[in-house]
């Protein structure tokens, strides 16, 4: 018996150092490899530095019209070679972007608070149609002359449209014609028939993703919306790196101090505690990477909290069972009793801190959501590394019989 679980004892410890030590340090085999969760982290604009914008699009917009409207921030941003941006819908009507390493945040608001342009200019240089003349555009396949199937983009064209480009498509015949968004040319198609039903096709496709691309940008550049600027922000390039250092400083100095203090107080209880605790911190950071949460200052706050919140868990179970000891029952009697009773203050107290962090998540905005995710991955996990690891941990430990001496469990 004792054998038997000090061998599952040891496996645990084994299993978790090793996922321990590939989540921090990656692993490759082969074709195969797994960056570190570190890799897979986004740090939020406070930490890194860069220009925060909110967006709003004026006058009744619908779902698909933002996101055209995301479609055509997003085309921008890549133009601007930002890394790691983020650009999502908040709310009905507004895009929050958030674009690290900026220097010049005038310049890129400037830049992103255009109304997108689309134009088809003949060779003459005058405009043939704009977006509000395309009514759709899609990439499809089409099989050629010789049975080859090749990806092609799509045009349907309203009425103006339709007209403007049997005119354009007779007099440039053989000529190309210019698809311009926001002054760029992003395809420049030669003109081989003329159309006069309003449907064309565009081929010269190298493949479907660029055919896809093609007609995403089409029709985004056809949404008939003005997106103002509503809200702005710019942290400076040295806040961001002092702050992530302070925040990791407190943070490893937190965990070594809550883990002293649960060696000090619980003895062998508050060892199980402390690997427990670091199997929780492990559970938080794969959570992160797999979740792609924004780790920015109030997140780190809010995981610093659920800390303190696992710490907290542990505590109450370990407080009933040193009472159960004091009363003279024995060690396994005293952990049965302590993590039966322990659970219910211990989902009562977790619930009662979930549901607050569950408004904040779905009424706040910003920053308190980042706080918010952060705490509430937090406390699932610390629920789950306090009852069901330091559970199955401290049993083991107890079946192994190392000593009857109940002072080694706190009493």
Do not use: C, W
């Not at 995981?303 to 696992?310: E, T």
């Not at 706040?364 to 559970?391: E, N, P, Y």
């Amino acid at each position: 018996m004792r054998s038997k679980s000090a061998v599952k004892f040891i496996s645990v410890i084994i299993i978790a150092a090793v996922i321990a030590y590939i989540a921090f340090f990656g692993i490759k085999a082969g074709n195969y490899s797994i960056s570190p969760v570190q890799d897979n982290i986004r740090l939020g604009l406070d930490l890194r530095g860069g220009v925060y914008v909110l967006m709003q699009a004026e006058g009744n917009v619908t779902s698909d019209a933002m996101s055209r409207a995301i479609a055509i921030i997003r085309n921008r941003v890549d133009s601007l070679g930002v890394t790691q941006p983020l650009i999502v819908k908040q709310g009905s009507n507004r895009i929050r972007i958030e674009l690290p390493g900026i220097n010049n945040p005038d310049q890129a608001i400037k830049f992103l608070g255009q109304t997108a342009q689309l134009k088809f200019v003949g060779p003459d240089g005058k405009v043939i149609l704009t977006g509000a003349d395309v009514k759709d555009s899609k990439a499809i396949y089409e099989t050629d002359q010789t049975g080859v199937q090749q990806p092609v983009v799509t045009l349907v064209l309203n009425d103006k449209g339709t007209k403007a480009f049997a005119d354009a498509t007779q007099k440039f015949l053989g000529q190309p014609i210019k698809i311009m968004l926001d002054d760029k040319v992003i395809s420049s198609p030669n003109v081989r028939d003329v159309i006069t039903n309003g449907n064309a096709v565009i081929n010269g496709m190298q493949n479907f993703d660029e055919a896809k691309n093609l007609a995403n940008l089409i029709r985004a550049g056809s949404l008939p919306v003005t997106l103002k600027q509503v809200e702005y922000s710019s942290v400076g390039a040295t806040l961001g790196p002092s702050a992530l250092k302070a925040s990791e400083e407190a943070g490893l100095y937190g965990v070594i101090l809550v883990m002293l203090f649960m060696i000090a107080f619980y003895r062998l209880p508050g060892v199980i505690a402390d690997i427990s605790l670091g199997i929780y911190i492990l559970i938080n950071f794969i959570l992160f990477a797999l979740l792609h949460v924004t780790l920015d200052l109030p997140g780190i706050a809010g995981m610093l909290l659920s800390i303190g919140i696992a710490a907290d868990a542990s505590i109450l179970v370990f407080e009933r069972m040193k009472e159960e000891l004091r009363a003279g029952k024995s060690i396994r009697a005293s952990l049965d009793y302590g993590f039966k009773k322990g659970f219910v203050t211990v989902f009562d107290s977790n619930i009662n801190t979930l549901i607050a962090a569950f408004v904040l998540f779905f009424m706040g905005a910003g920053t308190v959501k980042g706080f918010a995710l952060t705490l509430i991955i937090g406390v699932i996990a610390s629920m789950f590394t306090a009852m069901t690891v330091s559970r199955f941990l401290l049993k083991t430990l107890v079946e192994m019989n190392l000593t009857d001496n109940k002072k080694a469990y706190g009493a």
